[in-house]
């Protein structure tokens, strides 16, 4: 069964620092990758996502992810957070007929003026 | 554009009781899919429908079902609950169904609702 696995369980950034969250999945087929954000009290949004192409791409609000496929990985960037980026971000793989999406277990970000 | 839909948003029930949950999706949108978040298992998928017909299943136990109707809402009903149900649950949908490629894959694009939070004593 495909897992996703997201290393950071908590993240503790200073406003104007550069973030990188790290996704790695295990599944050897085709995939479509998602990295999902929740903000207090908010629903989950897309903030990105991947289905074949450029493996490097934007996101809203600043966000970047990069897909390598030889290491499994779709780690989200950005180059300056904002303490409006406190949030918790999951990352998702969908990789089998239907749009069944397994999460990995969430990073939550805390951004501090 | 009118978001998902969830009702209710929260729920209190005893354990043995059953529920029924309530998600209509976005206008346009044919597949639901149910997901259940808690603090220790994280984000679950339960099961999806597209066509009024169940096309994945979770690994969760029978009392968990749901059903889809021609309109494409979707209920979830939870059968003698158990304090373990006590959860966030989430609703999704999406354009279409199945995997698709570059421009189709965001028909498969899965928007949230707000979840209904139930708590079982």
């Known amino acids: 069964a495909q897992s996703v696995s997201q290393h950071n369980h908590h993240v503790i950034l200073s406003e104007a620092a550069s973030l990188e969250l790290g996704c790695n999945y295990s599944?050897?087929?085709?995939?479509?990758l998602f990295w999902y954000v929740q903000y207090p009290g908010q629903h989950l949004q897309l903030l990105l996502k991947?289905?074949?192409?450029?493996?490097l791409v934007k996101g809203i609000k600043g966000f970047e992810a990069e897909f390598i496929k030889s290491k499994f990985s779709f780690n989200l960037r950005k180059p300056s957070v904002q303490w409006s980026d406190t949030a918790e971000y999951f990352c998702?793989?969908?990789?089998?007929?239907?749009?069944?999406?397994?999460f990995g277990g969430g990073t939550r970000l805390m951004v501090k003026p | 554009k009118a978001g998902v839909t969830q009702t209710p948003r929260y729920l209190i029930k005893t354990r043995g009781q059953q529920v029924t949950l309530s998600c209509s999706p976005i206008?346009?949108?044919?597949?639901v899919s149910w997901y259940q978040q808690t603090p220790g298992q994280g984000l679950q998928f339960l099961f999806e429908?597209?066509?009024?017909?169940q096309r994945n299943k979770g690994n969760f136990p029978g009392r968990f079902s749901g059903r889809q109707f021609s309109n494409s809402r979707s209920e979830m009903n939870v059968s003698t609950l158990e304090l373990g149900d006590s959860a966030l649950y989430l609703c999704?949908?999406?354009?279409?169904w199945g995997i698709g490629k570059g421009l189709a894959g965001r028909d498969n694009e899965q928007f949230f609702g707000p979840g209904t939070r139930l708590t079982v004593l």
């Open positions: 998702a793989v969908n990789a089998q007929a239907g749009n069944m999406l397994t």
């Open positions: 206008s346009g949108h044919r597949s």
């Open positions: 429908y597209f066509s009024e017909t």
């Open positions: 991947y289905f074949s192409g450029d493996p």
């Open positions: 999704a949908s999406s354009r279409r």
């Open positions: 599944y050897g087929g085709t995939v479509n």
